[in-house]
T-cell receptor, first 111, second 114 residues
Framework: NAGVTQTPKFRVLKTGQSMTLLCAQD?????MYWYRQDPGMGLRLIHY???????AKGEVPDGYNVSRLKKQNFLLGLESAAPSQTSVYFC??????????FGPGTRLTVT | GNSVTQMEGPVTLSEEAFLTINCTYT??????LFWYVQYPGEGLQLLLK?????DKGSNKGFEATYRKETTSFHLEKGSVQVSDSAVYFC?????????????FGTGTKLQVIP
């Protein structure tokens, strides 16, 4: 039981490049989330999904897209990376009772 | 809407000192309350939870009691260790406008010195 895994762990992009972050969970959770964490800002919700085939915007969705084609996977895409998207990205899945399980994070630097 | 307010950090304590990290919340209905811990370079981990008023959550020597009358869920530990150095997040889960939502506080950094 691996829990929540994220790929890659680190990435450096140039401004304007695109990339996809992969999140996978093996706990059969319906809800999945993408957050970004910046110094002094806590966690900010980017997008979330309440089940396979669904996605919805969170607090800071601009510049990001997501897809949930399979229940166990939740992908976060950056179409045209900007330095403001330098951050640590966390994926999480959630039980029915609001308990969230987080992945180890992806450290992204955009130069 | 829902909100969680935590005390500003960082909090610096000597080993074996008593720890309190304050957390208050605003929510409609009957939220569930959580404390998460984040060690350096890692994701958040659930530390403890309470699902109804007067419940006490506990784990690894940490405790927090769900106080509906004061809308609080303060984290306490009787004797901290260096290994407790981390960032602690208070969180709330509830049905808000038909959507089951989890709201996090901004985190409180704890540093324990030998």
């Amino acid at each position: 039981n691996a829990g929540v895994t994220q790929t890659p762990k680190f990435r450096v992009l140039k401004t304007g490049q695109s990339m996809t972050l992969l999140c996978a969970q093996d706990m059969n959770h319906e809800y999945m989330y993408w957050y970004r964490q910046d110094p002094g800002m806590g966690l900010r919700l980017i997008h979330y999904s309440v089940g396979e085939g669904t996605t919805a915007k969170g607090e800071v969705p601009d510049g990001y897209n997501v897809s949930r084609l399979k229940k166990q996977n939740f992908l976060l895409g950056l179409e045209s990376a900007a330095p403001s998207q330098t951050s640590v990205y966390f994926c999480a899945s959630r039980t029915t009772y609001y308990e969230q399980y987080f992945g180890p994070g992806t450290r992204l630097t955009v130069t | 809407g829902n909100s969680v307010t935590q005390m500003e950090g960082p909090v610096t304590l000597s080993e074996e000192a008593f720890l309190t990290i304050n957390c208050t919340y605003t929510a409609t209905g009957y939220p569930s309350l959580f404390w998460y811990v984040q060690y350096p370079g890692e994701g958040l981990q659930l530390l403890l939870k309470a699902t109804k008023a007067d419940d006490k959550g506990s784990n690894k020597g940490f405790e927090a009691t769900y106080r509906k009358e004061t809308t609080s869920f303060h984290l306490e530990k009787g004797s901290v260790q260096v290994s407790d150095s981390a960032v602690y997040f208070c969180a709330l889960g509830s049905n808000s406008g038909g959507y089951q939502k989890v709201t996090f506080g901004t985190g409180t950094k704890l540093q324990v010195i030998p």
